[in-house]
């Protein structure tokens, strides 16, 4: 069971997954169909990735985000951009999977304690 051996209390996970549903369901409708957005929460700490079509869009959708209960910080790395096509988005998770790997194998820190995400081949990393 991996929560036992993360650093954030059961209930910061909790909330966590929690903003990350939110912020998915509060995505704007009048955004859904022209952008990739992405919502990844860690120890109340949100990242927002992906591509929007405007300035516009993404300065409303990290509005947004900082709107929702229990997040003490947005950081907001959307870029103007089309959505990212699916060759560009299995990168990414190669890439976020692959240092997760690395990690493992060096065994000097917990890979529990920090939660990689890859976006436009950008390696973001979350952590405590």
């Known amino acids: 069971m991996i929560s036992v051996h993360d650093r954030r209390s059961t209930g910061n996970q909790a909330d966590d997954e929690t903003s990350e549903w939110k912020g998915s369901n509060r995505l704007p409708a009048e955004y859904r169909d022209r952008s990739h957005v992405n919502f990844t929460a860690f120890n109340r700490n949100m990242l927002v990735t992906g591509e929007v079509p405007s300035e516009e869009a993404r ?21 103007i951009a089309s959505p990212a096509s699916f060759s560009s ?12 790997a690395r990690l493992i194998d060096s065994n000097q820190l917990s890979a529990n304690h920090i939660k990689p995400i890859t976006e436009n081949g950008t390696l973001f990393l979350m952590g405590l």
Do not use: T, Y
């Open 59 to 79: 300065q409303a959708i990290g509005a947004m985000a900082e709107k929702i209960e229990g997040v003490r910080q947005v950081h907001n790395e959307l870029i």
């Open 89 to 100: 988005r299995s990168n990414d998770a190669f890439v976020s999977s692959k240092f997760k």
